[in-house]
C-alpha cells in the first residue's frame, strides 16, 4: 500500500513536470510573440504589421496642426497611414487625450475629415488613419488594439 | 390593491410612452462648441474675416460672410487679411481665413480658436487645396459647404451631425458626400442662427472682438520702463521675467538674461 501510494505519487509529479515542461515550451513562444509584437514607435510599428502579413512602403513627411512632431506617412496595403513619433510616451498621451472621442476636434481645432477618421495609440506613437477599409482597419487594430478616438 | 397598483403603473408606461412619441429627440439639440464664444459688451458684434484667400475662393468667402450676417447676435465684415495662406497665422480679435495646398493630410477643412477661458480671442478657417483642386471636390457646392462651415466653427458652433452619408439637414454644419443636396449643405438654416442667438444671449464685462488693445502690436519691449512687472528673478540672480498686461487677456512676456 506504501509503495502503491508512493507510485502514485510519483507518477502524478512525473505527469506534473512533464506537463510543466510542455507549458513551458509552449510559454517560450507566446513570449517571443508577445515581445515581438510590443509597439513602441514607428519601426516597432511597421515590424508589427509587417509580420501580420501587411505590404508596407514609405511614405511621405506629413504635418497636422494639431499635433506636435512631424509625421511620416506609412502605406499600409497601399493606403496611407499617418504616424507621429514623440519623444516619450507621456508627451503622446498628452496630445491623444485632446482628441475628442469622435475624432471631430482635436483640442480647440476642428477638422473636417475626407472620410472616416480612426485614432490609435502605442508606446510613444499615435497612429492615424482616415479611411474605411476594412483590412486596413483590422490590420492596425490586431497591432495597435482597438481604436481610442475616430468613428 | 395589488391591481390598483397595476394599474396605476400602467397608466404611468402608457402616458410616458405618450410622451416620448409626442416629443421625440429633437434634431435640433444645442450644437454649441462648449462653452467657446467672442466676448462682447453689446449685440450685435461685428467680427472681421482676414481675407487671405485667392481669387478662386473670393466669392465663397463673400457668401459666406454675407450668409452668417443673417444672424441676430451677430455680423461679419471681409477685411485684409495680416498672413498669408500657406502660415495663415492668427490675429488677436479676429478670424484669418486662409486657403493653400496644406498636404494630403485627411482634412477639407480646419477651423483654430484660440481661447482665455471660453473666451474665443482669435481664430483661423483653413481651406486645404490639396483637395479642392480635384474632383469630387472642386464644385462650388464643396467650397460653400467648407467655407461655411469653418467660419461658423470659428463662431463657437460644433456640427449638428456627422454622419456624411445619411440625409442631408440642409445646413454647412452638417457632415455630407453630397453638399449639393438636395437639400442643400451650403448654407446655414435657422437652427444655426438659433443656436447663435442662444449662445449670444448674455454679455460679457470684457471684449475680445476687434483690434488688440492699443500699443499692444507694435510694443517697444528694448526699453525695461515698458517691461510692466517684474514677476520672477532667477535664484543666481541672472535672468528675470516681466509682464506687461496690456488688459482682456492680451499680455507681453519679456524674459532677460542679465549681462555679467
Redesign the interface.
Known amino acids: 500500500m506504501k509503495y502503491h501510494i508512493q507510485f502514485v505519487l510519483l507518477l502524478v509529479i512525473a505527469i506534473t513536470v512533464s506537463g510543466c515542461a510542455g507549458n513551458a515550451s509552449a510559454t517560450i513562444s507566446p513570449t517571443s510573440t508577445i515581445e515581438s509584437a510590443i509597439v513602441e514607435d514607428q519601426a516597432s510599428l511597421v515590424a508589427a504589421l509587417q509580420a501580420e502579413g501587411a505590404a508596407i512602403e514609405a511614405g511621405?513627411p506629413?504635418?497636422?496642426?494639431f499635433f506636435s512632431p512631424l509625421g511620416n506617412i506609412i502605406k499600409v496595403n497601399g493606403a496611407?497611414v499617418?504616424v507621429f513619433e514623440y519623444e516619450s510616451a507621456e508627451a503622446m498621451e498628452n496630445e491623444a487625450s485632446q482628441v475628442a472621442p469622435?475624432g471631430?476636434?482635436i483640442g480647440?481645432?476642428?477638422?473636417?475629415?475626407?472620410?472616416?477618421?480612426h485614432f490609435y495609440k502605442a508606446g510613444r506613437i499615435i497612429v492615424?488613419y482616415?479611411g474605411s477599409d476594412e483590412t486596413v482597419l483590422s490590420l492596425l487594430e490586431q497591432v495597435l488594439g482597438k481604436q481610442f478616438a475616430g468613428? | 390593491m395589488r391591481n390598483k397598483k397595476s394599474s396605476y403603473r400602467s397608466v404611468l408606461m402608457f402616458v410616458l410612452m405618450l410622451a416620448l412619441v409626442a416629443f421625440p429627440a429633437s434634431v435640433s439639440a444645442g450644437h454649441s462648441w462648449g462653452s467657446y464664444h467672442w466676448a462682447r459688451t453689446s449685440n450685435p458684434f461685428t467680427l472681421k474675416l482676414g481675407d487671405n484667400v485667392t481669387s478662386t475662393w473670393d466669392s465663397y468667402l463673400a457668401t459666406t460672410s454675407a450668409d452668417w450676417s443673417q444672424s441676430t447676435v451677430l455680423d461679419t465684415t471681409i477685411v485684409s487679411g495680416s498672413t498669408t495662406g500657406r502660415k495663415c497665422r492668427a490675429t488677436a480679435g479676429r478670424v484669418e481665413v486662409c486657403n493653400a495646398s496644406y498636404g494630403n493630410n485627411g482634412w477639407l477643412g480646419l477651423a483654430s480658436i484660440w481661447a482665455s477661458g471660453s473666451h474665443i480671442t482669435q481664430g483661423t478657417a483653413k481651406m486645404n487645396d490639396s483637395y479642392f483642386n480635384s474632383a469630387p471636390y472642386n464644385t462650388p457646392a464643396y467650397r460653400n459647404l467648407v467655407m461655411c462651415q469653418e467660419v461658423g466653427h470659428t463662431f463657437g458652433l460644433d456640427h449638428q451631425d456627422e454622419i456624411q452619408t445619411n440625409t442631408n439637414l440642409g445646413t454647412c454644419m452638417d457632415y455630407t458626400n453630397n453638399p449639393s443636396g438636395p437639400p442643400s449643405n451650403e448654407h446655414p438654416n435657422q437652427h444655426d442662427y438659433d443656436q447663435l442667438a442662444t449662445i449670444y444671449a448674455h454679455l460679457d464685462s470684457t471684449t475680445t472682438v476687434g483690434s488688440a488693445p492699443a500699443g499692444f502690436a507694435n510694443a517697444d519691449v528694448h526699453a525695461q520702463e515698458n517691461w510692466g512687472t517684474k514677476v520672477r528673478d532667477s535664484a543666481d540672480g541672472r535672468s528675470a521675467l516681466f509682464v506687461r498686461d496690456f488688459g482682456n487677456g492680451f499680455k507681453i512676456f519679456t524674459f532677460v538674461t542679465w549681462a555679467k
Open positions: 511621405d506629413v504635418e497636422q496642426d496611407d499617418q469622435d471631430g476636434s480647440t481645432s476642428m477638422v473636417m475629415w475626407v472620410d472616416p477618421p492615424l482616415i468613428r
